[in-house]
């Protein structure tokens, strides 16, 4: 690479130039592995320079978690859920998270399974998401904040841990969009399942009447 290419690259606004690398890196990691999207495939496809990928990213790594988390537009929206408290009621505010959560998984399950794949490379990309906060930890994150700023509302029971409840609506999402990608015809649909999740455990996180000792 000459570095008149490379320069040519950096005049080129990193917005746009950013933009063009994670998504042929996102359409090459879906149709060939994360092994099969090699750094000089992902710039041909970008149409840039190879050492332009590392001006923008650390390593692949780094890009496939910019992927997931740039690329992808309910990962922002899921960010968004502590804002909600106090509006609506918690049963649509979760029904509404849940859909875009399933969403997420849904487009990006070709991506973690591309990561999981790979225990060195899983390895890597879990402790960058660890230290940026990051990824599943973030969503996570947001809706133990959410559940926990109702909970000072009073629309949350006091005895929920916050934590707890939303690493509950993580995993049931997870879950379900695997199992999904196996027998489409075997599960419910994607809104039908967050209303009805939502609907359930949303009952369980209400209010609940306490005696004087403070047992239900």
């Given amino acids: 690479m000459s ?21 042929a890196a996102d359409a090459l990691v879906r149709e060939h592995g994360l092994a099969g999207a090699t750094t ?31 690329r992808e537009p309910h990962f922002a929206a899921l960010l968004e859920l502590p804002a909600r408290a106090g509006e609506a009621t918690v049963e649509e505010n979760l029904a ?5 959560l399933l969403e997420l998984f849904r487009d990006n399950l070709p991506i973690f399974v591309a990561v999981m794949a790979d225990r060195a490379v899983f390895a890597r ?9 990051t990824g599943p930890l973030a969503v996570a994150s947001a809706a133990a904040e959410y559940l926990a700023a109702e909970q000072e509302r009073g ?10 409840a939303a690493t509950t609506l993580v995993g049931a999402a997870r879950d379900h969009a ?36 403070g047992s239900p």
Avoid: N
């Avoid at 570095?3 to 998504?23: C, F, N, V, Y």
């Avoid at 949350?156 to 841990?161: P, S, Y």
């Fill in 3 to 23: 570095e008149h290419s490379l320069m040519s690259d950096l005049i080129q606004t990193k917005p746009t130039l950013r933009r063009r690398i994670i998504e």
């Fill in 125 to 133: 990309f879990t402790e960058r998401l660890a230290e940026r906060r």
């Fill in 155 to 164: 629309r949350v029971d006091a005895r929920v841990h916050p934590g707890v």
């Fill in 178 to 213: 695997f199992t999904s990608s196996f027998a489409a015809e075997a599960t419910a649909p994607a809104a039908l399942f967050a209303r009805e999740a939502a609907r359930l455990l949303a009952a369980g996180l209400a209010p609940q009447p306490t005696t004087v000792g």
């Fill in 40 to 70: 000089r495939e992902i710039a041909r496809t970008a149409g840039c320079a190879e050492g332009s990928i590392y001006v923008h990213f650390e390593d692949k790594t780094d890009l496939v978690i910019a992927v997931v988390t740039e």
């Fill in 96 to 100: 509404r998270w849940l859909e875009e």
